[in-house]
């Protein structure tokens, strides 16, 4: 799984960065890495830019870790560039647009400020 998820922590916010392939037969455990590896509290920062290819379990797991992380009163970004893949295939499935992100610098001044949208602390 290495190969597909790198982690790292910055100004106390944890970052996931995604490479390859994201699909039926990794999601899961892709998954599972995520939710192991991140910690309880604080912001997330997802980076897909290094998706080359994201199906629908891949944006179900992104629905389910985007779940979680708010359950747990905490805010997320996805990192999906400017266009490519990830981007695509979020937009055509009508992914929450207000946690799509262009660019890892937008998003991470973006979790600084506060609340990204209401109801979310």
Do not use: C, K
Request: hydrophobic share 45%; net charge negative.
């Amino acid at each position: 799984m290495t190969r597909q998820v790198a982690f790292g922590r910055q100004d106390g916010t944890d970052v996931v960065r995604l490479h390859g392939e994201i699909d039926f037969a990794n999601a899961a455990a892709i998954g599972r890495e995520i939710v192991h590896r991140t910690g309880t509290s604080g912001p997330v920062l997802i980076d897909l830019t290094g998706v080359a290819f994201l199906d629908g379990a891949g944006v179900r797991l992104l629905d389910a870790l985007v779940a979680d992380v708010e359950r747990q009163g905490r805010r997320i970004r996805l990192v999906v560039g400017p266009s490519g893949p990830a981007r695509m295939t979020l937009m055509l499935r009508a992914f929450r647009d207000e946690l799509l992100a262009a660019e890892l610098d937008e998003a991470a001044a973006e979790l600084g400020r506060g609340p990204a949208y209401p109801g979310v602390p």
